[in-house]
């Protein structure tokens, strides 16, 4: 993150703004297993519960800036999804913050299940809109009170659209997404800048595999590129009798993550779960940790066109 900023580096920073955009724009998550509804609208009621969850990330916590807070990466995330039938219906609101820059994104998604070969065939797609904003405060400049230089917050709102596409089975899924499609294009106060929304790609694949009654194991992977930039990850989670688990994943040239997580209550509809990044890549400008931390709660699936029965002590049926 640039700090210290003359009038011709601010001008030079907003051009180079759109590259580092390819790699910065979309915030990473170490639990992207547990959050497919972000990477891709097909997964939109995939697991046949009405589920609510929220999000937590802070990316290389503790990284020290010259002033202020240091501009280390700040995410929240809130998402529902709810099965009816043969369709999925979703929503999301994003907040993330990486030093002066925020970036919010409130997306709805629907998805349509169509078995196929003794699964089913997800295609969703989703629409929503895509706030960006920089606190210009928040920059220092080399020649203060330049009146080049904006002040305070200029932000911009343009309508985004993804669309994806996603294979099911009982023992795998794999699927495939595209983001940003519109490529909106943001100014934030900067005529000689265009800061767009690139499209990116993802590509989300898991199997399970039995040990018996009680153990599981989830190979997971996740593929993301802009078409100029290509990033992995990926590893395996293990869970006991449905209701403990834990898992090892490595981020291509960036961490290895450590995750565990319970399922609680009688019914374990209450999940609590989380990460820990253990930095291996790039250290000398990144903090070496980053951790996550994951609440999700499920409901069943709602039941359409079907009247309650109502019981009595005199007719038991």
Not at 207 to 214: A, K, P, S, V
């Amino acid at each position: 993150m640039i700090r210290i900023f003359s009038t011709p580096l601010l001008t030079a920073a907003f051009l180079l703004l759109s590259n580092w955009a390819l790699g910065q724009q979309d915030p990473q998550f170490s639990l992207f297993a547990l959050n497919q509804i972000y990477f891709n609208p097909a997964a939109s009621g995939a697991d046949g519960l009405t589920r609510f969850q929220l999000t937590h990330r802070a990316q290389y916590a503790g990284y020290q800036g010259t002033f202020d807070d240091g501009g280390a990466a700040s995410t929240q995330l809130f998402s529902f999804s709810v099965p009816i039938k043969n369709i999925g219906i979703g929503f999301y609101a994003l907040n993330d913050r990486i030093g002066p820059l925020t970036n919010q994104d409130f997306q709805l998604s629907a998805a349509y299940r169509i078995p196929m070969a003794g699964g089913n065939l997800a295609v969703g797609a989703r629409a929503g809109l895509y706030r960006r904003a920089i606190d210009y405060n928040r920059l220092r400049p080399g020649e203060p009170g330049d009146p080049l230089i904006q002040t305070g917050v200029i932000s911009e709102i343009h309508p985004d659209a993804s669309v994806g596409v996603r294979y099911e089975t009982s023992a795998y899924y794999v699927g495939l997404s595209a983001n940003h499609l519109l490529g909106a294009r943001y100014r934030l106060g900067a005529d000689a800048a265009t800061n767009p929304l690139v499209p990116t790609f993802y590509l989300n694949a898991g199997m399970i595999l039995e040990f018996g009654y009680l153990l599981q194991v989830q190979p997971i992977l996740l593929v993301k590129t802009d078409l100029n930039e290509f990033s992995a990850e990926g590893g395996a989670m293990a869970t006991y009798n449905q209701r403990y688990w834990a898992g090892v994943t490595y981020r291509q040239q960036d961490a290895v993550i450590v995750m565990a997580g319970i399922n609680l209550m009688q019914d374990q509809s209450l999940r609590l779960s989380g990460a820990y990044d253990i930095v291996v890549g790039g250290t000398s400008v990144k903090s070496p940790t980053s951790y996550e931390v994951l609440l999700s709660y499920a409901l069943p699936a709602p039941k359409v066109g079907k009247k309650t029965i109502v019981r009595t002590p005199r007719f038991r049926f």
